[in-house]
T-cell receptor, first 116, second 107 residues
């Protein structure tokens, strides 16, 4: 299967600061990337969908000014959590697809964010 | 809005047992259904992808089936091993996930 690399795997930051998470497709071009948030023992909640070169589509209830998503190239998408608060602490996972709805999704390893 | 349900939430079986994990979804207008495995604190590993035109897919000891008309998919694991212990999630092509089934295979 294709490889999606997410970095960092763990990050601790202070309240009020911003943190950037990177998601890279290593061996394919990802036309669409997705960002998820996962709480302990819960399923993945889709935060936003991004297509290369265009603005991300955010799910209802997700603040676009707080969770900035950039998908500037076919192999890289970034999620920036701005002015982080302790309630933003969570496990964030990205996924990538080569094409449209029928193609397989590949996931990164996830990033454990802790805001202190 | 698509809803994906996986029941039970947890399952414990002895090693060697064959088992079936169930997934149901409300919107049959899907391109595919995908099964994943997640180990604690890790990302997701894709196990099987079934396109809407297919009825099943097999990979090693895993077999996944899809019945769009009834809104159901099953993941069959043959001769389970302790290394199969993980959380198994299904997701529709719109990547709506179930909560997962946490499987524990006892040696």
């Amino acid at each position: 299967g294709a490889v999606v690399s997410q970095h960092p795997s763990r990050v601790i930051c202070k309240s009020g600061t911003s943190v950037k998470i990177e998601c890279r497709s290593l061996d394919f071009q990802a036309t669409t990337m997705f960002w998820y948030r996962q709480f302990p023992k819960q399923s993945l909640m889709l935060m936003a969908t991004s297509n290369e070169g265009s603005k991300a589509t955010y799910e209802q209830g997700v603040e676009k000014d707080k969770f900035l998503i950039n998908h500037a190239s076919l192999t890289l998408s970034t999620l920036t959590v701005t002015s982080a608060h302790p309630e933003d602490s969570s496990f964030y996972i990205c996924s990538a697809k080569r094409g449209g709805g029928g193609t397989e999704a590949f996931f990164g390893q996830g990033t454990r964010l802790t805001v202190v | 809005k698509q809803e994906v349900t996986q029941i039970p939430a947890a399952l414990s079986v002895p090693e060697g047992e064959n088992l079936v994990l169930n997934c149901s979804f409300t919107d049959s207008a899907i391109y595919n259904l995908q099964w994943f495995r997640q180990d604690p604190g890790k990302g997701l590993t894709s196990l099987l992808l079934i396109q809407s035109s297919q009825r099943e897919q097999t990979s090693g000891r895993l077999n996944a089936s899809l019945d769009k008309s009834s809104g159901r998919s099953t993941l069959y694991i043959a001769a389970s091993q302790p290394g199969d212990s993980a959380t198994y999630l299904c997701a529709s092509s719109k990547l709506t996930f179930g909560k997962g089934i946490t499987l524990s295979v006892r040696p």
